[in-house]
């Protein structure tokens, strides 16, 4: 049976454009290869330009120059493989399939690292992440980086939005460590609108400021100058990750020839030999290179020290004191984490940020923890019952006949205080109480005589006077 190369050619290039792949996020230029070799497309230059309630004639005529898209295609080609019983092979597509799926994912791989390169956006069209600190994680690399953060996906979205980039089909594209960075940066909120915009099917892993996030092992690594480097060169200390954002139609790619050679029957290797060769390639397709922005880690300083605003913090009640802490950078402050011994003592308004607020819960003591970049600073925290600052008794002279009864009411200021007066009688053969605590108490007369009855709340007393006469 002759081996039918447009099967296996077919087989090779499967899922190289696939929708659950970013390189389906572009145009598609197949229309324009020239001998599976080149693209070239017909490309205007910037607009003419739109006056409104044109006044004065003539018009001045402009001249617009045309900035085609033009481009080579790279030849990809795998390593000659040899397959013995070629025909029988070709029988069936499950074992015609397990020939070739490594070379299949190889070729899927450097394809999509070759468009990529030729994606990546020049030095003005690239971003410097600005999250906290966190280790260099490309080959070779050391020391410390910015992580990237919510909040530079958010400043991605103002440039797009400031440079006319249409809002529909943008997408960002994060190497592993860059993903799981952006999760950990997000709140709650932000989390859960993220995943649930997922679509995994089509490898979206979730939606942040209209972006479909996706992921890839790795994307971009840049030299300490910028230069972009193939992922294939060695590492160096002073690399840089980076990602890639844009706009589908502001990039293209193209699939050129796809080629199988073979030698059948070849007396050398006793079976067949067979090879491919696939070319494609992409192209930053918008002639103001607009709509394509590189995300670039950029280096971290160190925290080589924290301190805090207070270390003995004493809290009255539920009241609230703002506790700050300062990293020395003091530009690394803001990435300070928070922690709380017991939250039945005091809480806090934050777990991360230069400051928070501890507001009081209950009396007692615990402890406030602060963490930046390895430092750790620890403050004391001691809440204290509040106590009213006046109190008064609705009856100052109680005369009481026999064994009567009289119901004394205190009022604390604040009022919420009053339920917390502590009462004393002076004397419980002249007179008794029905409470040692309350806002009041009924006093009963025992035996004629004079005494006292005291009210005390926090710090402040009342004392009223008792007389019981016979009845």
Known sequence: MAVQKEIWQRD???????????????????????????????????PSGVVLNRDTYPATAYVRNDQDVDYVLDELTTN?????????????????????????????????????????????????????????????????????????????????NADNVPIDGRVLLLDADMYQQLLDGMTETQAIGFFQAADVKRGVMGMLYGFEVMMRSTVYRFAADGTLKALSDAGAETDNAGALAWQRDSVSRALGEVVMFDSKDNPLY??????????????????????????VSSPANAVTGLALSDEDI?????????????ATPSSESVYTEWEIGNPEVATISATAGASVVVTGVAPGVTWLKAKNGGQEAMA???????????????????DIVG???QTVAATATPSSFSASTEWEIGNTEVATISANTGASVVVTGVAPGTTYLKAKNGAKEVIAIVNVTES
């Open 403 to 405: 064994t009567a009864t």
């Open 80 to 160: 000659p493989v040899r397959i013995p019983y070629a025909d029988m092979v070709e029988l069936s597509y499950n074992k015609r399939n397990s020939v070739i799926s490594q070379d299949r994912k190889e070729i899927i791989f450097h394809a999509a690292e070759a468009i990529l390169k030729n994606w990546c956006p020049a030095a003005g069209m690239r971003v410097l992440t600005t999250g906290k600190a966190v280790s260099a994680w490309t080959p070779s690399a050391t020391g410390l980086r910015k992580a990237i953060s919510t909040k530079d996906v958010s400043n991605l979205q103002k440039r797009m």
């Open 12 to 46: 090779i290039i499967e899922g190289l454009f696939a929708d659950d792949s970013f390189l389906s996020r572009a145009v598609n230029d197949d229309i324009y290869v020239n001998e599976g070799k080149r693209v070239h497309i017909p490309n205007a230059g910037s």
């Open 270 to 295: 006793f079976g067949d030999i067979y090879s491919f060769l696939v070319r494609v390639g992409g192209a930053i397709r918008r002639y103001d290179k607009k709509g394509v922005y590189a995300i």
């Open 314 to 326: 004493d809290i009255t009640g539920t009241g609230t004191q703002t506790v700050t802490a300062t």
């Open 380 to 398: 004391t925290i001691e809440v204290v019952a509040a106590s009213p600052t006046a109190l008064v008794l609705d009856d100052m002279s109680i």
